[in-house]
């Protein structure tokens, strides 16, 4: 994934996964808004 500069793999998958849920349940709408979680999400996963 590039903007967190992972190789593709499983962390990928559940990244995907995290945003899908978040735009399924209206919790971001804008690009700005993913990366955002994104990176929230990164840091706890301790990717970043």
Do not use: F, Q, R
Not at 12 to 35: C, H, P, Q, R, S
Not at 38 to 47: G, I, R, S, T, V
């Amino acid at each position: 994934m590039k903007h967190l500069k992972i190789e593709p793999g499983p962390v990928v998958g559940k990244a995907y996964n995290m945003l899908l849920d978040a735009k399924l349940d209206d919790k971001i709408k804008t690009k700005k808004e993913a990366y955002s979680l994104l990176d929230e999400w990164a840091k706890k996963k301790n990717l970043k």
